[in-house]
């Protein structure tokens, strides 16, 4: 499954789109779990980050309920989304993130030797970028 972050969000399996998160925050709760994969994301910080720092009195709840819609629409690509304490996490696979990608190629640039290649990999880095992170 392959991932964009960088613009509006995507979700692809073998080149072809999946409708990923029938809401907007569903979306935008995969995608700050997609920027720490493999790493846990307190549930605190998903509830001040999709509410603003207002959340309503159930937002745990509503929290629990969305990580459920997404754990079963991402089943079937393999796509597996834990709990973890007081948290979730996207578990490490084989899925393919742009912002990892991303990263990796700011990282190889700054191992190359050779001036040409360092802007190589720029280059394809930022051609990653297809407007303000997550930006629906």
Do not use: K
């Not at 935008?28 to 920027?35: A, D, I, R, T």
């Not at 159930?58 to 309920?65: E, I, L, M, S």
């Not at 742009?98 to 190359?112: H, M, N, P, T």
């Amino acid at each position: 499954m392959e991932f964009r972050l960088l613009g509006p969000f995507e979700a692809r399996h073998d080149g072809r789109p999946v409708e990923v998160g029938s809401r907007r925050q569903e979306r935008c709760l995969l995608g700050m779990l997609l920027l720490d994969v493999g790493r846990v994301v307190p549930t605190d910080r998903l509830i001040d980050l999709l509410w603003n720092g207002r959340p309503p009195a159930a937002a745990r709840g509503v929290v629990q309920t969305y990580v459920g819609r997404l754990r079963g629409s991402l089943h079937a690509y393999g796509v597996r989304i834990s709990t973890r304490g007081e948290g979730y996490v996207v578990e490490e696979d084989r899925h393919r993130v742009d912002v990892d990608e991303f990263a990796e190629l700011v990282r190889s640039a700054g191992r190359a030797a050779d001036p040409a290649e360092r802007v190589r990999s720029l280059d394809r880095a930022l051609a990653l970028w297809r407007g303000p992170l997550l930006a629906d």
